[in-house]
Nanobody, 124 residues
Framework: EVQVVESGGGLVQAGGSLTLSCAAAGFGLADYPIGWFRQAPGKGREVVSCINAREGTTYFTDSVQGRFTMSSDNAENTVFLQMKRLKPEDTAVYYC?????????????????WGQGTQVTVSS
């Protein structure tokens, strides 16, 4: 069964940093890319980034480019989203999910059930 578990969220002041983790089960990072999404209060879920561990490629949406990075630990089957220079508008519940595709140009469809997400709150 494909599963992901997000963790690492919290409350941080604007300009601070957080690192989120996404632990995958039921598939390997070499098999499928992982994407991060977020949903702010009253808004729809949006794409944040993705990583293709097999090809070593990443993608970031414009609003986080230059502030967020991604890495993977294949031995632990876990990917990380390192977030720096956080802004109040980054406040959201962050979700990860396996994808069919991730390249420098963007990401493809996700599959599997959503995890419970992890809350990130950035105070001004």
């Amino acid at each position: 069964e494909v599963q992901v578990v997000e963790s690492g969220g919290g409350l941080v002041q604007a300009g601070g940093s957080l690192t989120l983790s996404c632990a995958a089960a039921g598939f390997g990072l070499a098999d499928y890319p992982i994407g991060w999404f977020r949903q702010a209060p009253g808004k729809g879920r949006e794409v944040v980034s993705c990583i293709n561990a097999r090809e070593g490629t990443t993608y970031f949406t414009d609003s986080v480019q230059g502030r967020f990075t991604m890495s993977s630990d294949n031995a632990e089957n876990t990917v990380f989203l390192q977030m720096k220079r956080l802004k109040p508008e980054d406040t959201a519940v962050y979700y990860c999910a396996p994808l069919l595709r991730c390249s420098n140009a963007g990401l493809g469809p996700r599959f599997g059930a959503w995890g419970q997400g992890t809350q990130v709150t950035v105070s001004s």
